[in-house]
C-alpha cells in the first residue's frame, strides 16, 4: 500500500512564502526602520544575533534605544536582551549601563519620586489646613487629593482650603 503524504490546505493560484528574520535578514537598527521600530527592532536584532553585544557600539545603540521606554517595556526588554547574550557581553551591558546610562534613567527615576513625593506632601498640607479650620473632609474627598499627583491642581487646592469657608468653595460641588 502506498504512503500519502499530508499536504495542508491551499487556495489555488496562492504561493506563501514565510518571512524569515534571522542575522542577515533584519533591519538595520541603524537604518529608516528603526524610527518606527525603535527598541523592538533594536531587541529583536539582539535576539536574532543581528546585534554582537559583545561590540561596545552595539552595547550602546541597544542601550539608547531603550532609554526612554516605561518601566514595564523596559523590564520586559530588558529581561529578553540579558537571556540572549553571552555572560561577558551581559557584564559588559551592566558596567555600561552603571557608567553612562544609569544616570540618565536613575536620574528619570528620581525626578518621578520626587514630583510623587512632592505632590503627596501637598496634598496632606492641605487635608491638615481644612482640619485646622474645622473643615473636615469626608472619605471621598480625602481619598481625591491624596490621589491627585497634579501639583498645579493641589496648589488651586491649597490656596482655596486657607481662606475658604467650606468645602464646596476649594473643590467645588
Not at 15 to 28: A, R, Y
Not at 33 to 50: F, K, S
Not at 78 to 100: N, P
Not at 164 to 172: C, D, I, P
Request: charged letters at 25%; one cysteine or more.
Amino acid at each position: 500500500m502506498p504512503v500519502r503524504q499530508w499536504r495542508p490546505p491551499s487556495h489555488p493560484g496562492f504561493d506563501l512564502v514565510p518571512l524569515v528574520i534571522d542575522p542577515v535578514t533584519i533591519p538595520d537598527p541603524n537604518g529608516p526602520a528603526a524610527a518606527t521600530a525603535g527598541p523592538e527592532l533594536a531587541v529583536l536584532a539582539v535576539l536574532t544575533g543581528a546585534l554582537d553585544l559583545n561590540q561596545d557600539s552595539a552595547r550602546r545603540l541597544v542601550l539608547a534605544s531603550l532609554a526612554n521606554l516605561d518601566d514595564s517595556r523596559l523590564a520586559t526588554y530588558t529581561v529578553l536582551v540579558r537571556s540572549a547574550v553571552s555572560e561577558s557581553a551581559r557584564q559588559a551591558l551592566e558596567d555600561l549601563m552603571t557608567t553612562k546610562f544609569r544616570d540618565t534613567f536613575v536620574d528619570r527615576l528620581l525626578a518621578e519620586g520626587e514630583a510623587k513625593g512632592e505632590a503627596k506632601g501637598e496634598a496632606r498640607t492641605i487635608l491638615r489646613v481644612l482640619a485646622a479650620r474645622g473643615l473636615e473632609a469626608p472619605a471621598d474627598v480625602r481619598e481625591r487629593v491624596l490621589s491627585c499627583t497634579d501639583v498645579s491642581q493641589l496648589d488651586i487646592w491649597a490656596d482655596k482650603a486657607v481662606t475658604a469657608a467650606s468645602l464646596e468653595e476649594v473643590f467645588g460641588s
